[in-house]
């Protein structure tokens, strides 16, 4: 079993910057693929980010340029900072676990960007 938990969502103008953290409960990362999400209201989750056992990254084209993700194997810690942001930046981010036949999901944490 994982636990996921996430914190550094808040409410921030347009153009500012967050950065999201989530800690997992035990070492993790050499073999889940960690990834953040996040849903609107009214919409379907959606992915963001992604990073590898190997650390390569990937991202949605939303948020190309602007969000970087990245981790801290010796904290358990993996990070979603979140530049120029915009009012459709506006959801509850999620972290996620992954590998072949398990998933871990974290409970969210709220960001909203006012324009």
């Known amino acids: 079993q994982v636990q996921l938990v996430e914190s550094g969502g808040g409410l921030v103008q347009t153009g500012g910057s967050l950065r999201l953290s989530c800690v997992a409960s035990?070492?993790?990362?050499?073999?889940?693929?960690m990834g953040w999400f996040r849903q609107a209201p009214g919409k379907q989750r959606e992915p963001v980010a992604f990073?590898?056992?190997?650390?390569?990254?990937n991202y949605a084209d939303t948020v190309k340029g602007r969000f970087t993700i990245s981790r801290d194997n010796a904290k358990n810690t993996m990070y979603l900072q979140m530049t120029s942001l915009k009012p459709e930046d506006t959801a509850v981010y999620y972290c996620?676990?992954?590998?072949?036949?398990?998933?871990?999901w974290g409970q969210g944490t709220q960001v909203t960007v006012s324009s």
């Open positions: 996620n676990a992954r590998r072949p036949s398990f998933e871990y």
């Open positions: 035990r070492n993790i990362f050499e073999n889940y693929f």
């Open positions: 990073i590898s056992t190997g650390a390569s990254t």
